[in-house]
């Protein structure tokens, strides 16, 4: 009797230590998420595009870091990156709608092939491996840096194409940000300025967009990583729950604090520093 009453406070203590253990890791590791979500937030007010540029790469680091397989660390970045955006463009979308800066002729006919591609693009994701995905976002990161450093942009010279044309637009677009686990920005707005629509007006239209690609994109990686054997505990799919909530909780707030600070530095200098931020990112996905 004595010894079964030993061997079964041994069990219970063995027990209270695990969930302490499970517990201070849990919260540990969403703290550093809350703590990404703010810095993401900084950035993405501080530089003008969207978080998943700086969501993607850092969520890949931090994955290596707790272990997760590397099979799935890129495809969990990407879909966790897609999630944050369904509920940080919400935001957004409000206040370029508040300013009329949304052109909607444009964002319906977009969306209808913006919806076919992230989807598209998330089973293209899917069918990669771990390694050659990390390698596709490096490369993008690469070209987004060379981009801003040359000051690349095209010049308005065409018209807004009919129906066909947009939704054509939207599936490239689509697909490819379902890819990278971007909202778009860093394509539809070029775009739309090549399309001579007025610049407010196209990166209204970009923050909209974001929606309907971060949306499709993000159940489209619930559904292909859904039974993946590697997925680490508290994931729906590709989507890694601890990183997407302690995100969401800061990124917004400290997107305005960027807004901020952007409006007191050089815009050209700090373009330059984030530029040369992707080009280190990009050039480890490479060589690692």
Request: net charge positive; glycine share 14%.
């Amino acid at each position: 009797m004595g010894n079964e009453l030993a061997t079964n406070g041994v069990y219970h203590t063995s027990l209270v230590f695990f969930w302490a253990y499970m517990t201070m890791t849990l919260v540990t590791v969403f703290a550093l998420y809350m703590a990404l979500g703010a810095l993401a937030g900084i950035m993405a007010g501080l530089f003008g595009i969207g978080g998943g540029l700086i969501i993607v790469p850092v969520l890949i680091f931090s994955f290596g870091v707790q272990g997760i397989s590397p099979d799935v660390a890129a495809h969990l970045a990407v879909g966790t990156s897609l999630a944050t955006i369904v509920f940080t463009s919400l935001s957004s979308i409000r206040s370029h709608h508040n300013h009329g800066a949304v052109r909607w002729d444009i964002f319906r006919p977009m969306t209808v092939g913006i919806v076919l591609g992230a989807i598209a693009g998330a089973w293209t994701a899917a069918f990669l491996s771990g390694r050659a995905l990390q390698l596709i976002i490096g490369v993008f990161a690469i070209l987004v840096a060379l981009k801003m450093y040359l000051e690349v942009n095209p010049k308005p010279s065409r018209d807004i194409p009919g129906t066909g044309g947009l939704g054509a637009a939207g599936v490239g677009i689509g697909w490819a940000s379902a890819i990278f686990g971007i909202g778009g920005g860093t394509l539809t707005v070029p775009y739309l300025s090549w399309c001579n629509v007025r610049m407010q007006n196209a990166v209204g239209t970009s923050a909209a967009c974001g929606l309907p690609i971060a949306l499709s994109g993000a159940l489209g990686n619930i559904w292909t990583g859904w039974q993946d054997p590697n997925l680490p505990d508290y994931s729906v799919g590709f989507i890694y729950l601890p990183a997407l909530v302690g995100i969401i909780l800061t990124s917004v707030l400290f997107a305005r604090v960027g807004a901020n600070l952007a409006h007191r530095l050089n815009a050209r200098i700090l373009k330059r520093i984030f530029a040369t931020v992707l080009l280190i990112v990009g050039l480890r996905f490479l060589l690692s």
